[in-house]
């Protein structure tokens, strides 16, 4: 995508981001984490956050949020399902990217287990470990 295209998509998707006709979820159209849509720069691979209710862009991570990068096969599936709802836009497809990109979830592996030290095993005392 040109820097040129990045910012069409940009004004295309402002335009109905917060579109309360084409809202799915939080009254939004677009997942996005934050008060507003912030520019994307859509010529680099995409990176989505995930508050925890949702995973959207999320351009400005004051929360500390987890963030992760998109595959080259997401990125292209992302940019596609984005640029067909920003050329005819409809609830259908304002849905369809929700649940694209729940897909996205970045995979949590479980923690590993703690093995404690010769000191927590001489104490007894758990020295930041996982009990």
Known sequence: MTRDESL??????AEIADDNDLAVRHG???PYIGWYWRHVDFTQT???GDCGDFVGFMENNKWGYPEFTLTPEQ???LK???????????WDKCRALWALCETFRPVRLPKPPHHPSILE???GVNLGGAS
Do not use: G, Y
């Open 80 to 90: 596609q399902a984005l640029s067909e709802l920003a050329c005819a836009p409809s």
């Open 46 to 48: 995409i990176s989505l």
């Open 75 to 77: 990125d292209a599936a």
């Open 8 to 13: 069409e998509l940009n004004r295309r998707i």
């Open 121 to 123: 095993q001489l104490t």
């Open 28 to 30: 939004k159209a677009i």
